[in-house]
């Protein structure tokens, strides 16, 4: 016998609530996990961006905040922004997460707990309430202090997926978030903040051959860390900073007016560099008994990493007419005996008192290598020293130190530069941004003047001759000379 069509809609009912608070029963049982993996997720996420940016910041405002005791009105030459930090590689309990002093030797880089007092934030946690590891780049750290820093100057860090798929390269900055504890992880609890411990993998893992607790320890060294899918024996979470980010953020805090205010100088800056460089070269033609100029410093610098564009690498070699600015000049001196560097011995031409780019020498190159009012340190930490891979120079045959007499270009154009149809003694070349076709990763790359430089400019630095041009995003200075006048030398901006 059928059931009446009210009994049958109740039993309907009876069912339905049944499913429903069996299922409401399952998703409460559920969700509570749930809701916490999500939120151990979201606080990592936060950590990490937190920390992220206040590098970001301390990238920055290095100047300002490194630099400027109150008794300097302006930062030093050698505290040029895009610096970042140490980690914090060892501290006593109550000094955690303060920045080592210095962090290995010059172009290694170095990996340690998130620097968190030094940068003047909360230690950042992640999820499973570990605080943050941070890995810096070699050439990007505030000390020791690399010999470029520009954004051509390498960053040492690729992030690899667990496929081995390059993820981004050019890295200058890697954060870590350790996550919970695996088995092998003998994690310390002690007092203080971060739980004082530095063994690196304590907390981070090797995955695939990558090691995220060992950078390479050797100078200008790549080093790989490795991102993939939390399981059993990896939970790592990585955040990184290109060196594409970190120029683009100094770029963009610096008053427009400001030197080098980009990525890379401006049309004006540049050609303000290049000129001051040139009117270095000048002064020390003006200084010498014979009106010449000096030898430039070799193309191909030899040096092995981390030294390879040290500044006293740029020593003028006897008889080349072109490659790169000379720092020094001491072999240029040792022919012609001038008086603006009487200290530089024969003997030793690679002494420091044979040294050019110096305020000593020349008081009106610091203005545009770092310090506006002239200021009291050495050119060799500003600018000039961080750019110095770009900077390129030519010297006429009419004008080298061995020539016999200054050469009139009227009469004798061939021992003279040719330039958009005017005659120079000499020239200071800018290489702007690099071009199609151009690279400049890695040393080797940095040794080739195609990579730098165009057209005619480019020939000339590697084949020899004599003309130039105003090229591709190439700037460049001459140096004019008229016998008739005193002291004969001029400075001609862009090559007239």
């Not at 090691?211 to 990184?240: H, Q």
Request: aromatic share 8%; net charge negative.
């Amino acid at each position: 016998m059928n059931l009446p069509i009210r009994h049958s809609g109740a039993a309907l009912l009876v069912v339905l609530l049944l499913l429903i608070l069996g299922g409401l029963g399952w998703f409460l049982q559920q969700t509570p996990t749930q809701a916490i993996r999500n939120g151990q997720h979201q606080a990592t996420a936060q950590a990490l961006a937190e920390a992220r940016e206040a590098l970001l910041g301390y990238a920055a405002y290095y100047p300002e905040s490194n630099s400027n005791p109150p008794a300097e009105a302006h930062p030093r030459a050698g505290f040029v922004p895009g610096h970042l930090p140490c980690p914090d590689t060892g501290n006593a309990l109550g000094n955690e997460g303060a920045e080592a002093g210095s962090c290995g030797g010059k172009g290694v880089s170095a990996l340690g707990h998130f620097p968190w007092r030094s940068l003047g934030v909360p230690p950042p946690r992640d999820g499973a309430g570990e605080c943050l590891w941070y890995a810096v780049s070699g050439n990007y750290k505030a000390n020791p202090k690399a010999d470029l820093l520009n954004p051509d100057a390498d960053a040492l860090f690729a992030i690899v997926a667990a496929n081995g798929t390059v993820l981004a390269d050019q890295v200058v900055a890697v954060l870590f978030s350790p996550g919970p504890t695996l088995p092998g992880q003998p994690r310390q609890y002690t007092d203080g903040e971060c739980r004082w411990n530095y063994d690196a993998h304590h907390f981070l893992e090797r995955l695939n051959g990558v090691d995220n607790g060992a950078p390479d320890a050797a100078p200008d060294a790549i080093s790989r860390f490795i991102v993939a899918e939390p399981d059993a024996a990896f939970n790592d979470r990585l955040l990184w900073i290109t060196r594409d980010e970190l120029f683009a953020r100094v770029n963009a805090r610096l008053p427009p007016d400001a030197l080098f205010a980009g990525n890379y100088p401006d049309d004006a800056d540049a050609l303000a560099l290049t000129q001051r460089v040139a009117a270095c070269l000048m002064r020390f033609g003006e200084h010498t008994p014979r009106h010449r100029l000096p030898w430039a410093a070799p193309l191909n610098l030899t040096a092995a990493a981390p030294e390879t564009f040290h500044f006293d690498r740029f020593a003028d070699a006897k008889d080349l007419l072109a490659g790169r600015a000379p720092y020094s000049v001491g072999r240029s001196q040792k022919i012609l005996a001038g008086d603006l560097l009487p200290g530089c011995p024969v003997s030793d031409p690679t002494h420091s008192a044979c040294r050019l780019l110096v305020k000593d020498a020349c008081p009106d190159f610091l203005p545009v290598a770092g310090r506006p009012d002239g200021g009291s340190y050495n050119s060799h930490n500003g600018w000039w020293d961080k750019w110095k891979d770009h900077l390129f120079y030519v010297v006429a045959p009419g004008f080298a130190p061995d020539a016999a007499a200054a050469a009139d270009c009227d009469i004798t154009p061939d021992a003279c530069l040719q330039i958009g149809g005017h005659a120079y003694a000499a020239a200071v070349i800018f290489a702007g941004a690099p071009q199609a076709g151009q690279t400049r990763e890695g040393t080797s790359a940095k040794m080739q003047v195609s990579n730098y430089l165009e057209g005619e400019n480019a020939i000339t630095l590697q084949t020899g001759g004599r003309k130039l041009e105003r090229a591709g995003n190439d700037r460049i200075a001459c140096i004019a000379y008229n016998a008739a006048t005193t002291p004969g030398f001029r400075l001609v901006a862009d090559c007239g």
